[in-house]
T-cell receptor, first 117, second 114 residues
Framework: EADIYQTPRYLVIGTGKKITLECSQTMGHDKMYWYQQDPGMELHLIHYSYGVNSTEKGDLSSESTVSRIRTEHFPLTLESARPSHTSQYLC????????????????FGEGSRLTVL | KNQVEQSPQSLIILEGKNCTLQCNYTVSPFSNLRWYKQDTGRGPVSLTIMTFSENTKSNGRYTATLDADTKQSSLHITASQLSDSASYICVVSDRGSTLGRLYFGRGTQLTVWP
């Protein structure tokens, strides 16, 4: 079972509020990711990190920001939430593909469902 | 354009029956193909990962096949149970970088009725 945790699981907030979605993993994985998923649609990568102090934007443009100060922690922040930000946000982690026999399996958290009114 | 297409979009079967879900991809160069199960409101959970040299892999009642020549994969579920009701997502990784970019399908929504 994956040891990756997201909080909150559900969040309903008003427009203009600042929110932070927390993601922590205890597997010591270097790589961490944030995906956005809408109903019936594929997951879209919005941010990823190769390690501490490394963050990159993903394929889908997002107004959110991330930080990676510690290996185990990868929070996502929205400075001013809007209804268009309503979505499911999934955090994931994986080992480095260069570390021998592993296949870079992706472990997901349970997700944070954000609703902006 | 690298894509992953899954069919059917949704499927309803009776408990105890078998079913097969399809995944076609155009991702190149190919690294591996993964099947995930995602329960409603939860994060995806890995079922199988197959590399180029593997053409079948089982995980309990789940059996995945891969034909790298035709770029097709299938996920066969045997003796379905109510708990199999979920979205099944096909994910293909390329070898374009050390990270390996992932391409996600939209999933097949499976409903198992008693």
């Amino acid at each position: 079972e994956a040891d990756i945790y997201q909080t909150p699981r559900y969040l309903v907030i008003g427009t203009g509020k600042k929110i932070t979605l927390e993601c922590s993993q205890t597997m010591g994985h270097d790589k961490m990711y944030w995906y956005q998923q809408d109903p019936g649609m594929e997951l879209h990568l919005i941010h990823y990190s190769y390690g501490v102090n490394s963050t990159e934007k993903g394929d889908l443009s997002s107004e959110s920001t991330v930080s990676r100060i510690r290996t185990e922690h990868f929070p996502l922040t929205l400075e001013s939430a809007r209804p268009s930000h309503t979505s499911q946000y999934l955090c994931a982690s994986s080992e480095s593909l260069t570390s021998g026999t592993n296949t870079g399996e992706l472990f997901f958290g349970e997700g944070s469902r954000l609703t902006v009114l | 354009k690298n894509q992953v297409e899954q069919s059917p979009q949704s499927l309803i079967i009776l408990e105890g029956k078998n079913c097969t879900l399809q995944c076609n991809y155009t991702v190149s160069p190919f690294s591996n193909l993964r099947w995930y199960k995602q329960d409603t409101g939860r994060g995806p959970v890995s079922l199988t990962i197959m590399t180029f040299s593997e053409n079948t892999k089982s995980n309990g009642r789940y059996t995945a096949t891969l034909d790298a020549d035709t770029k097709q994969s299938s996920l066969h579920i045997t003796a379905s149970q109510l708990s199999d009701s979920a979205s099944y997502i096909c994910v293909v990784s390329d070898r374009g970088s050390t990270l390996g970019r992932l391409y996600f399908g939209r999933g097949t929504q499976l409903t198992v009725w008693p």
